[in-house]
């Protein structure tokens, strides 16, 4: 997912993207460093009643304010979470799991021994919101339409599609311009939904921000400046929400999310809080006040080293910061906990991720950092001086780029020094790709769940070489310039392999190769958190971090 998807969300800072202000904290933070290192038309606006009532409706806070609810665009949290409670998709993530099952779609979709053509046979006897009914038409034109509309995450499916068709009333043949393992997985997007043909345009820029019209188990009632409703829809096909219907409440900021959960305004309060909103709340759930809901995360946070910038064009630069990061003190002393170390650009919920990073470096090796700046020719007369960049909207990243220089300053006996420096978030995202940065603190959203979302948008590189690094590709596109022509073909021999044990394998090379050129240096992957009053239950986040509706009563 786009590194901006989360950040470009008002008041989303997170990491997630991710929280209150937290601006004395910081303050004393820098202060007390040292020693803490060293120790259709458009639905009605009317505001829904916020209040949890017995008419059997949840009410849900957020901070996060939908840009739009056409999923041809949608490309934020914000959106997709809203967007996914409303829609169906083809497949779906099993329960607590990153295993792909049936959803609109009656099976797994037959693949030819090419691995080019999907032929997919679709559930009968469904209908959209305004009644008409699903097919194979309707699917394929929802596909279309994601693709040629240009929206923001139309390059999903652009880049790997060449052709849809009905060819049957209830049959879906999908052609792709090369083979791509990841396929099934990647039309679980919630994006990727079908929509009414008779509430849609298909054609470049032909959006409906306002309206959504799906086959989901809800539909938009209202939607108003600061407040949501979706209502149960009454011909949905499958099992039948165990609520009346959900009210959304938009909170300015996480502070206001903090206080109106603690007051009792809403049910459930869930993206975003800052870490120590959560660290107070969890604090009343082991009193009993309310509930806490963990999940392991899927999204990544990552320090970005440019290549192509003084000194991390050295290798051994590069292999030094990543020897010196302390992963347990940024998680302890900025996350409280909220979060787990991560080894590896693949997060630990897929078995192919392999803790390479700690195997390698460990954590807080100074020694060894010292010894391979050293190698480098630096040294406390010649130190290696280096900008740590972030978007200031996050307060964590600000944390962990204060920890980090800190703990150079007093570990690296002055060999190695960071500046640190900030810029507004839509600027960051414009600029890492153009190389601004040599160090850049970022966070990843996945689109799909497998190992090659973590891969591919990273290390791939459509265009580039030694000298330069890669001039378009992901790599570029994610500010560290990584070129590889072997990256690359382990990259397309991962995506056509369909064999998962060799697959596998190929995950591990690739991720041997991260681990000594370090292009990245992986952080921690955070856990999900969701607060719920007393007498709510079946509260659930799906494996991409969707907070879903449909299993939450009182």
């Known amino acids: 997912m786009s590194l901006e998807k989360f950040d470009t969300m008002p008041?989303?800072?997170?990491?997630?993207?991710?929280?209150?202000?937290?601006?004395?904290?910081?303050?004393?933070?820098?202060?007390?460093?040292?020693?803490?290192?060293?120790c259709g038309t458009r639905p009605q606006t009317s505001t829904p009643s916020t209040s949890p009532g017995a008419d059997?409706?949840?009410?849900?806070?957020?901070?996060?304010?939908?840009?739009?609810?056409?999923?041809?665009?949608?490309?934020?949290?914000?959106?997709?979470?809203?967007?996914f409670n409303m829609s169906d998709r083809l497949y779906e993530y099993q329960p607590e799991s990153t295993q792909i099952q049936p959803k609109l779609a009656t099976a797994m979709p037959k693949i030819s021994e090419d691995s080019l053509t999907y032929t997919i046979l679709l559930r009968e006897g469904v209908v959209f919101h305004d009644g008409t009914p699903f097919n194979a038409k309707a699917m394929a034109f929802s596909l279309e339409r994601f693709i040629k509309n240009g929206g923001k995450p139309s390059f999903l499916l652009a880049d790997t599609i060449d052709s849809v068709k009905a060819t049957g009333e209830y049959e879906l043949t999908i052609k792709l311009k090369k083979p791509f393992a990841a396929f099934t997985a990647l039309l679980a997007f919630s994006g990727v939904c079908p929509v009414s043909p008779q509430a849609y345009e298909l054609g470049a820029g032909k959006f409906k921000p306002d309206i959504f019209v799906g086959t989901g188990a809800y539909k938009l009632a209202q939607y108003g400046a600061d407040s949501i409703r979706l209502d149960v829809?009454?011909?949905?096909?499958?099992?039948?929400?165990?609520?009346?219907?959900?009210?959304?409440?938009?909170?300015?900021?996480?502070?206001?999310?903090?206080?109106?959960?603690?007051?009792?305004?809403?049910?459930?309060?869930?993206?975003?809080?800052?870490?120590?909103?959560?660290?107070?709340?969890e604090k009343g759930a082991?009193?009993?006040?309310?509930?806490?809901?963990?999940?392991?995360?899927?999204?990544?946070?990552y320090i970005?080293?440019?290549?192509?910038?003084?000194?991390?064009?050295?290798?051994?630069?590069?292999?030094?910061?990543?020897?010196?990061?302390?992963?347990?003190?940024l998680n302890q002393r900025v996350l409280f906990d909220q979060a787990e170390p991560l080894y590896s650009m693949i997060p630990?919920?897929?078995?192919?991720?392999?803790?390479?990073?700690?195997?390698?470096?460990?954590?807080?090796?100074?020694?060894?950092?010292?010894?391979?700046l050293t190698s480098a020719g630096f040294s406390a007369t010649n130190p290696a001086k280096i900008q740590i960049w972030y978007p200031s909207s996050s307060p964590t990243r600000s944390l962990v780029a204060q920890t980090l220089k800190a703990y150079a300053d007093q570990k690296m006996d002055g060999m190695l020094q960071f500046e640190v420096k900030t810029v507004e978030g839509a600027t960051f995202f414009k600029e890492i790709s153009k190389g601004l940065y040599p160090m850049a603190l970022v966070d990843w959203y996945p689109d799909f769940l497998d190992g090659d979302n973590y891969i591919q948008p990273f290390l791939g590189c459509k265009e580039g070489g030694e000298a330069k690094g890669c001039t378009d590709g992901g790599s570029q596109t994610q500010g560290s310039f990584y070129y590889s022509e072997v990256m690359n073909q382990l990259i397309d021999r991962q995506r056509k392999e369909l064999n998962q044990e060799a697959r596998a394998k190929i995950f591990t090379e690739i991720q041997t190769i991260i681990?000594?050129?370090?292009?990245?240096?992986?952080?921690?992957?955070?856990?999900?958190?969701v607060f719920a009053r007393k007498g709510?239950?079946?509260?659930?986040?799906?494996?991409?971090?969707?907070?879903?509706y449909e299993t939450i009563k009182k």
């Not at 806070?61 to 959106?79: C, I, N, V």
């Not at 192919?352 to 391979?372: H, I, M, R, T």
């Open 11 to 38: 008041d989303f800072s997170v990491w997630f993207r991710r929280r209150g202000r937290i601006k004395l904290f910081l303050a004393l933070f820098s202060v007390c460093l040292f020693f803490v290192v060293s």
């Open 56 to 83: 059997g409706r949840i009410t849900i806070g957020t901070t996060g304010k939908p840009r739009t609810f056409d999923p041809a665009d949608a490309y934020e949290l914000s959106s997709l979470g809203i967007v």
């Open 233 to 281: 829809f009454d011909q949905y096909w499958g099992e039948k929400p165990a609520n009346k219907g959900i009210n959304i409440q938009i909170l300015s900021k996480p502070a206001n999310l903090f206080n109106s959960f603690r007051t009792g305004a809403v049910d459930i309060a869930y993206l975003s809080l800052e870490p120590v909103q959560i660290q107070d709340l």
């Open 286 to 301: 082991t009193k009993g006040d309310w509930q806490v809901i963990t999940t392991p995360g899927s999204v990544v946070s």
């Open 304 to 329: 970005t080293l440019n290549r192509n910038q003084k000194p991390l064009d050295q290798p051994e630069v590069r292999q030094a910061f990543a020897a010196m990061v302390d992963r347990a003190l």
């Open 348 to 372: 630990t919920t897929f078995k192919v991720s392999q803790p390479l990073f700690k195997d390698k470096y460990g954590d807080a090796n100074v020694d060894q950092a010292k010894k391979l």
């Open 515 to 529: 681990a000594n050129d370090v292009p990245y240096i992986p952080l921690w992957q955070r856990k999900d958190y």
């Open 536 to 548: 709510v239950n079946g509260v659930k986040l799906d494996p991409t971090q969707n907070l879903v």
